[in-house]
Nanobody, 117 residues
Framework: QVQLVESGGGLAQPGGSLRLSCAASGSIRSPNTMGWFRQVSGKQRELVATITSDSSTTYADSVKGRFTISRDNAKNTVYLQMNRLNPEDTAVYYC???????????WGQGTQVTVSA
């Protein structure tokens, strides 16, 4: 059973940075896609960024140029470097893993990111 555990959330000032990590407790079959999503209370969960096994990336328009997703396959870990944070980035951030050839989706428990002066 694979578990995803996020860390690195917290409080940041506008213009500041945070780095989120998502570690998988077990090996996730390849090829796969790892991603970060976020959700504000009362709103739908939205995609932030994804990265495939061969490191192809996608980003939401709202975070392009500010956030960077990366992964370390040897450590089964995906990262989200968030720079130039603004209050609109405040949300619970979730890690997700999906397999290309199987209908399996793994979610982490979420980590709170708050951007406030």
């Amino acid at each position: 059973q694979v578990q995803l555990v996020e860390s690195g959330g917290g409080l940041a000032q506008p213009g500041g940075s945070l780095r989120l990590s998502c570690a998988a407790s077990g090996s996730i079959r390849s090829p796969n896609t790892m991603g970060w999503f976020r959700q504000v209370s009362g709103k739908q969960r939205e995609l932030v960024a994804t990265i495939t096994s061969d490191s192809s990336t996608t980003y939401a328009d709202s975070v392009k140029g500010r956030f960077t997703i990366s992964r370390d396959n040897a450590k089964n870990t995906v990262y989200l470097q968030m720079n130039r944070l603004n209050p609109e980035d405040t949300a619970v951030y979730y890690c997700r893993a999906t397999l290309r050839y199987a209908p399996i989706v793994y979610w982490g428990q979420g980590t709170q990111v708050t951007v406030s002066a």
